[in-house]
């Protein structure tokens, strides 16, 4: 009777979730005696784009969960798609030569809303799984086609394309690659297109063709006739928002073109509306032979990811692939698909891609344009329904804080005390709130960010740092 009783969230005590989170829950990207010794702030509901921890605190969501939460907590479309899913067939896998009306209606409507070259799909359980798939598809691919020597996939610094063996290869994380000994072979990575860090003497747009270039150089290195692939986040979400020059992508895609390199947009985070277009590739102009997805598909409300392939590969593949040793368990899970099939559905009937597009993304533009007044910010940046703030220690020559004092961390802290959920990446700080806000959420959201970097630079001047 009491294990039942203490199983159900009314009957703890945030300290008691503390306690047993600390004593058996390892959490991903966590440093586990420290957060042990700290505590985890545990988050016990949530509806629209706000969410209630287990003090009972209200906090605005401007993460979206992990950048997911596109239609906003509570849905009841998304939560009876589930449910009658669970009722009607709760699995079925498609490997036995089987699918499910769930996972057949899903493919289907993703051909629709994705750009025209893509006509297929290959369903993974997320967004690392999907990248991992990518690898295995354009090395399939090229080896089909009697080019098994095509085998380099070129990513960049401080890429994130997940946690996997092949998804943290990919990505360009140097934390990431010093432990497991990644990335694995045939991965090789250039520099970013963060013209605030690289691009400084140049315009953006000189700058996004020089970083464009970087791409050509490498290629030329390794030798055309061995590069497979060029992958990419449209914008880079995880290392920091970082919205590249408008000249990058279409030069990218000219110099893929030139060598008959595959482009992968991968769009896990820009997908699903995100930049105010359905994908971000269509934000930024190319047109991709594979894209990844996962977050915005099912606006997380359970995990689902998948590769759209164009026809380029599909073609090959059907034609003359044969068996394609690879797959899912959970590949097509039909309850993910019928929650994706309501998520869209959402998305479409409530104009929300537009929305983002013609009001909340200007609006947001606008209102993270007015921050750039304050000390402590350096830059902004902005694309549809994401935010960038680079906090910097010399606002006149944009010199940034020694990396030890970790300033966005004492921002972060702020925020976390304030109600808002605002991510650092290093000192940048930044938001993806869910795609359903208002205009007056964003006033909030707005002033909320105000009030931390406020907190933020009283505590600065107070410690000396703004001393170069
Ligand atoms: C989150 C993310 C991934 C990894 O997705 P998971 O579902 O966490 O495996 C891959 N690529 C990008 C761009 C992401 O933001």
Known sequence: MNAILKSTTATRSTQEWQAADAAHYLHPFTDFKSLANKGSRV?????????????????????????????????KELIEAATKQMTELPFYNSFFQTATPPAIELAELLSEVTPPQFKHVFFS???????????????????????????????????????????ASLGGMSGMHAQGGLPIPGITHIEQPFWFELGQGLSRDEFGLKAAGWLETKILEVGADKVAAFIGEPVQGAGGVIVPPETYWPEIQRICDKYGVLVVSDEVICGFGRTGHW????????????????????????????????????????EQGGEFNHGYTYSGHPVACAVALANIRVLQREGIVERVHDDLGPYMAQQFATLSE????????????????????????????????????????????????????????????????????????????????DLTLTDATRQGWLRA
């Open 125 to 167: 359980g997320s967004g690392s799984e999907g990248n991992d798939t990518v690898v295995r598809m354009v090395r399939r691919y090229w080896d089909v086609l009697g080019q098994p020597e095509r085998t380099v996939i070129i990513s960049r610094n401080n890429a994130y394309h997940g946690s996997t063996m092949a998804g």
């Open 374 to 453: 304050h000390p402590l910010v350096g830059e902004v940046q902005t694309c549809g329904l994401m935010g960038a703030v680079q906090l910097v220690q010399d606002k006149a020559s944009g010199k940034t804080f020694p990396s030890a004092l970790d300033v966005g961390m004492v921002c972060r802290g702020h925020c976390f005390g304030n109600g808002l959920i605002m991510r650092a990446v290093g000192d940048r700080m930044i938001v993806a709130p869910p795609l359903v806000i208002t205009r007056a959420q964003i006033d909030e959201m707005m002033a909320l960010i105000r009030r931390c970097l």
């Open 43 to 75: 988050i016990v509901s949530a509806d629209n784009i706000y969410l209630r921890d287990s003090d009972g605190h209200k906090i605005l969501d401007a993460m979206s969960g992990l950048w997911c939460v596109n239609v906003g907590y509570g849905r």
């Open 279 to 318: 994908f971000g590739c269509e934000r930024f102009g190319f047109q991709p032979d594979l894209m990844t997805f996962a977050k915005g598909v099912t606006s997380g409300y359970i995990p689902l990811g998948g590769v759209m392939v164009g026809e380029r590969i599909a073609t090959v593949l059907i």
